[in-house]
DNA sequence: CCTGGTAGTTCGCCTCGCGAATTATATGGG
DNA sequence: CCCATATAATTCGCGAGGCGAACTACCAGG
């Protein structure tokens, strides 16, 4: 079980990350780009959903600001704090890498009928609820009764 | 299902991550121990394996020989060629690494029962099968399937 | 006020990954 | 036998990514 898990990971990855390569986006870039699809957020909460320090967060949204895609916003409620918001360019570019990302991990499970698909989102979805991952890749509204909020 | 996917994907690598780290390992050279563990690979061989362009792999072997974890060793039937084999520290710290890896890998899906595991051991694995070994089904370019060169 | 916590940034250091150019060796055809 | 070409690795320069420590600016509670 764990060899395919690990292995499995390998290969999701291998094909997100040259998804955003075609989309001219660096996987980190990418991921920032779906965060942000659902709503700004500040630095601090990015680096929690991210796993990152603030400082690498930094140079992130510095990088996809330089690209356009984003942009800092400042919070009225607290000057020090800052809201990353996607611009117009940005929101676009993220819909697309989505979509596209989507299709190309859905082509992974082209080999498993329905109900296995289903199957396989099932625990696979109880793990990542179980483990209590945020969402850096989020349910388009599909059937999952998986209301998480914050 | 893709978004379980997705999200099981970064599950996996943060604990990849982590468990490299606290070996003193980065995932990239955590893998490349993994991987060493069947027998030694040329450094072609290892590009293809990990997906790697040859000059990347020529740093991540300088780094993690210097750690004094892994040897290039010269090939007697090529005296261009180079096999990079674990040394003796190198192979004791895969094994760990590899051991605990798994330890807590298995340990992400402690919330479903025996048969539920075989299931969805079952499911990835065609997955991975399914993606990893049609080296058969490429025309266009020179790309390998599994292993993306540019 | 001032004091302690919080939000972000800056800095220096390293790892990673790429493509292009380079070196050295193999190998096959003429 | 020799040269042309292919192959195995390395080097170089560049940029992205990640971290911790130090810093700035601001919030809040007493």
Known sequence: MVA???RSTFLVNA????????HGLTP???QLLCVLMAQPY???ELGAMLGLAKSS???LVDRTERNGLVRRESDPRDTRAVRVALTP???GLAGEFYAETCRRVERLSAGLDIAEQGAL???LG???LDNEVPVVFMEPEEGAPTARRH
């Open 57 to 59: 967060l930094t140079g």
């Open 4 to 6: 395919a898990l690990v």
């Open 42 to 44: 500040g630095m601090s």
């Open 126 to 128: 109880r793990i990542v």
């Open 121 to 123: 989102a099932d625990l």
């Open 28 to 30: 980190q870039q990418g």
């Open 89 to 91: 360019q940005g929101g």
């Open 15 to 22: 094909v997100y990350a040259e998804s955003a390569r075609e």
